[in-house]
């Protein structure tokens, strides 16, 4: 009994991130047909992630720990962040399938990965993301149908997704619970303004509110809190390999969900920007023991 209770601790983390993942993907694709027709991408937006930071902020109370003026800019930058990469990306679902969205997305924090590297096999990965890439864009000779200015506000929502990890990482030294709570805090900031302006008082329709609430649960609070349970108990390369799922688990749920079939060209390009994430991810630089020894001393 024992060594099947160990073996299936061994699994936990594993289905930690599926979990995450799968429940972001329902979130979105819900968020996708039921809030879409009724407050637009930007109304969307602010009603997720303006309950998410509610539910994280009665979560985790982070006004319990102390916050320096430093720290709080840096979370003010990380947040702001967050916000634009999810503006975005829903702006971006108005015309594109959600799994290809998502594939160009990962273009954001796969670039700043491969930039923090200077090796020979780095050079692979990028090598198969601008095919994955190339396949998908509307460069105008691939005979791609994909809309441009959604694709315009996928690759605005990879930038803001790199941006979104570079100020992420100035507030690492805070417990997760702290930096998230208040982050989605501060992208709350950003986006309910622009969902407002946008919907106006659509928000306030009780039907509005209530899926809303459903979508923040699934779609922020569920995945955050898997993916910290992962993280304590997975290796960041391990992480990062089984994150990089995403865009083929968004394809499927939207395949199952929406109705949004993909063509072979498509799948297959979605699968090389997986692989260049899976790759960048198992491949990814680690101090040698010497650097680690002095880190230690």
Known sequence: MSSLLIRYQRFVPFLAVLGAVTALGIGTSWAKHYLFPLVGAQGTTAVRVGFSALLLLLLWRPWRWQLSRKDLRAIVLYGAMLGATNLTFYMSLRTLPFGLAVAIEFSGPLLMAVLSSRRAIDFVWVALAVVGLGMLLPLGVNGSTLDPVGVAYALAAAAFW???IVFGKRVGHLHAGHSVSLGLLAAAV??????????????????VLLVGVGVAAVSSAIPISL???ALKRLPKEAFGIMISMEPA??????????GEYLTFNQWLAIGLVMSA???TAMTAARPSRSASAALAN
């Open 162 to 164: 790199a941006l979104y």
């Open 190 to 207: 950003v986006v309910v303004p622009v969902g407002v302006v946008h919907a106006g008082t659509a928000l306030l329709s009780p039907y």
């Open 227 to 229: 993916e910290m349970m």
């Open 249 to 258: 688990v968004a394809a499927l749920l939207a395949l199952v969900l929406l």
């Open 277 to 279: 994430s899976m790759g």
